[in-house]
């Protein structure tokens, strides 16, 4: 949820729900930044929770996922109930992109990074990066192993985050590696 389309943060926790076709029950969320009878922007995100505890990372696993994509809701409080969820869009399950190759990288810290879910189209590579939230991230790409050079730079703000190499470049190797361990 958020107050802008563009800074959506997850609220508690993933929930399991009661699933009755068309509808689902999730419980009940506290919208920590928003007032009640605020409007808030909102996104459902749906995943197998035994691929992986985030959504990111179940969907580059390969894990069943779905989203509602992006709506409005007023917010309840007290003993207001909630807007409905009018502007919602069903939506399905689908398989994850699955993995051509997945790495554990351990920091001496003891954060851990995941790259998964890499694909390569129309010249573009591609790859999932998920590691603690707020963990900044230094991607870089070889050709033969040995030279690396800085290709990108994160701060792992969702905890996940999709990473776009557009160099059009046919043969690399990448690796990331935390800047703050």
């Known amino acids: 949820m958020g107050l802008q389309s563009n800074a959506l943060t997850q609220v508690g926790t993933p929930a399991g729900f009661i699933f009755v076709p068309g509808r689902f029950s999730g419980g009940i969320r506290t919208v920590p930044f928003a007032a009640a009878g605020q409007t808030v922007f909102a996104e459902v995100r749906v995943w197998n929770l ?67 879910g890499l694909s390569r189209s129309n010249g573009e590579t591609s790859f999932v990066l998920a590691s603690p939230a707020g963990t900044a991230l230094v991607v870089e790409a070889s050709t033969d192993l040995v030279n690396w050079v800085v290709v990108g730079q994160i701060v792992n703000n969702p905890g996940a985050v999709k990473f776009v190499d557009e160099s059009g470049a046919n043969h690399r190797f990448y690796r990331a590696r935390i800047a703050n361990p």
Do not use: D, N
């Not at 207001?80 to 790495?103: C, D, K, N, W, Y």
């Open 50 to 116: 035994t691929v992986s505890s985030t959504y990111e990372e179940a969907v580059a696993l390969g894990g069943k996922h779905g989203s509602s994509g992006l709506f409005q809701v007023t917010l309840g409080g007290g003993i207001a109930l909630p807007g409905q969820f009018f502007g919602m869009h069903s939506f399905s399950l689908e398989a994850g992109t699955g993995i051509v190759g997945r790495r554990k990288i351990q920091s001496t810290s003891g954060a851990t990074v995941t790259l998964g």
